[in-house]
């Protein structure tokens, strides 16, 4: 059984950084990529952040590009997003998510199978 726990979110203020981690059970991290997606009061989910199942490549929404880090510890079958010089639009409930099919990069939610609970994020002035 796949299981996704998030962890890490809080209450922060602008310009502040929060180190958001994704400890999942039941798969190798290692063979899937793996993605962080956000959703705001009263819009669609959308994806933040992607790393390839390679750990080699990885994606960022626009919106966060230079602000935002995707990686992995394999070790400890976790990934983490690092957030800096947030912004009041960064706040959101954070999920991450995971493929069911191994070896394949997307970052495309609906090819997202397994998700989080999720972990909410405010960032206040």
């Known amino acids: 059984q796949v299981q996704l726990v998030e962890s890490g979110g809080g209450k922060v203020q602008v310009g502040g950084s929060l180190r958001l981690s994704c400890s999942v059970s039941?798969?190798?991290?290692?063979?899937?990529?793996m993605g962080w997606f956000r959703q705001a009061p009263g819009l669609e989910r959308e994806i933040v952040a992607g790393?390839?199942?390679?750990?080699?490549?990885?994606y960022y929404a626009d919106s966060v590009k230079g602000r935002f880090t995707m990686s992995r510890d394999n070790a400890k079958n976790t990934v983490y997003l690092n957030m800096n010089s947030l912004k009041l639009a960064d706040t959101a409930v954070y999920y991450c998510?995971?493929?069911?099919?191994?070896?394949?990069?997307?970052?495309?939610?609906?090819?997202?199978?397994?998700w989080g609970q999720g972990t909410q994020v405010t960032v206040s002035s």
């Open positions: 790393l390839s199942w390679s750990g080699v490549e990885t």
């Open positions: 039941g798969r190798t991290v290692s063979k899937y990529a």
């Open positions: 998510a995971a493929p069911a099919i191994p070896y394949r990069d997307t970052w495309d939610r609906k090819n997202y199978d397994y």
